[in-house]
């Protein structure tokens, strides 16, 4: 059994920003554009919290006013409500913040839902007024005399810049809500085309992506590694498809013929998906997720550190889910035997490295045997 397998994150409203948007970019613009306009942007997740490093903050904030958990928490739910009333009209909002500064605020939405906001801000229309400040100041616990001196540093620009400079980020954030929505989309209606085929096939990719990320969180990889593991993962054997349904399915040990049939499956899944921009990487570990570290895999006898590092992963969990599950044609094996199958091709079918991560996970009982729930009922053909 694998933690917090199947535990809906195959549904739409589980889908958070952080799993689908390239933040590198994301990152480049809001530096960007707060740079060239002369404010600050951050990106905040659905509760109020930073999800981008901020993005020329001003030393208002980041010094007095975030410096103490009450002006933290009072900053965050002023986003959260910034984001929310975006939301509700469409548009971007311009609205003063807990701490007297002008904000605005463009939200990112899926599906009707919000996945995050971009906010830009921390500028003022016209001069302080001092009196204000020092009321603030003493409400989040700073001194109310350098917090009047930060204050007088922050810019003053008019309604009409800070209104387009909104529209802005209005427009990225909708682009980045469709671009976000056609990929979890296309990944989504994939999955499911896999399930409708063969329905064990569906559940062994959603296990090979729960064991998989285990894997690629235990070597540390950054988080748009891990997105393409999850997404590869699921679309590991799509190509499946393509494999005639008396093979694919077959009671009983395959002949060679029909051994070498399903050796294709890799190289038809690639060729479905590589046409597909968002997929084309994706498409390219899929193609070499049967290949063997030392050269004897297929389709392309990759060795060593030629096979990607997402395709290695996926090779070992891939293996591991498929022989603790009982197929058409024999029973699943026992969680022990499998384990000592996969050390056995350490080196070898696997990359230690990686297999050395999964064996890690095992010891520390992220993926455990459980003849109730893993070894029984379910019969995959991941050949
Ligand atoms: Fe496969």
Redesign the pocket.
Known sequence: MVQDCEQGKDDLSSIKLIDIIDFELLQRFQDNFAEAVGLASITIDPDGNPITKPSNYTKFCMQYTHSTACGDKRCAESHRRGGEEAARIGKPVVFECHAGLIDFAAPIILEGRIIGTILGGQVLTESPNEKKYCKIANEIGVNEDEYIEAVKEISVLSQKRIRSAANVLYDIATNLSKSAYLFIETVSSLTKLIGSRDHSTGTHSKRVRDIAGLIGRRLRLPRDVLNDIAVSALL??I??IGIPENILNKMGRLTLEEFAVIQL??EIGYNAIKTIEPLRKIALYIRH??EAFDGSGYPSGLRGQEIPMVSRILSVA?VFEALTADRVYRKAMKFEEAIALLRNGRGMKFDSVVLDAFMQCVDGGEVVGSEQSYLSQRKTC??
Do not use: A, E, L
Request: one cysteine or more; aromatic letters at 0%; a neutral charge.
């Open positions: 590991h054997d190509g499946k499956h890799p997720h049967h891939d991941c050949k």
